[in-house]
């Protein structure tokens, strides 16, 4: 297993992680050095260009598989988000705070395990955007965790898909550990009956969402809720306008550092 360490401040921290996920991290840990900055470990099968971070004295460590696995849990903690998730590794069980839902993520080779900036503001928006009984199709599902969220604000019928059957049956294997009751296929919501869902949620990339649009507009019931995430805010007017041709405008933004979440009706 490759390991890239980089240097950087507390304040620097959010935009570098970021970055690490787009380029395919498969983990990230930190240290707090004595100075008060930080040194980042990212997790790699495989070396990928650092050029981004010549600035955070970047360098590649070696690891056995052992050490990668023991670096790799202590990564991963109790991280609450937005106003009432909680989210948990699925080999810890601490207890969810008063007034907050426990949500177990299953950090694993599909993407989406709730750690990175836009699997979370997809969750801030589900809190407001999800209703009790709503009909609910996750796009894309990774590892299922928007569907498995979805069924803890009382989603009445949960449909997951993605193109990936690799990530299609670890989405299985996630939910059912969970008894979440959602049907989950290969493949995209075109195969859907149109206007199904009362809320389809999509945390993908802008290219994919914009090569989409039609039919993600088109498996969103009249005055249903579509929830986009996955992309930049650089990209945000893009994925848009596309929603905007396809019938579609925004309700509501939401943001993070410099990542994007949009709800479209």
Known sequence: MHALKLR??????DWISAVLWE??????TERELPDGSL??????????TAREFALFEPRWVEHGDEDWAESWKTAWKPLEVGRRWFLTPDWRDDPAPEGRMKLVVHARQASGSGYQPATQLALI?????VHARDRFLEWGCGSGILSSAAHLLGARAIVACDVDAAAALEAVANLSARAVPADVFVGTGRSLRPGCFDVVAANMNAAAIEGYASELARSTRPGGRLILSGF????AKGVAAMMAAAGLSVRREYSHEDWRCLVMM
């Open 8 to 13: 950087c401040r507390v304040d620097e921290k």
């Open 23 to 28: 380029l395919g991290t498969e983990g990230v």
């Open 39 to 48: 040194e980042l470990e990212a997790f790699f099968a495989a070396k990928v």
């Open 125 to 129: 928006a589900m809190e407001e955007w």
């Open 232 to 235: 930049k805010s650089r990209r």
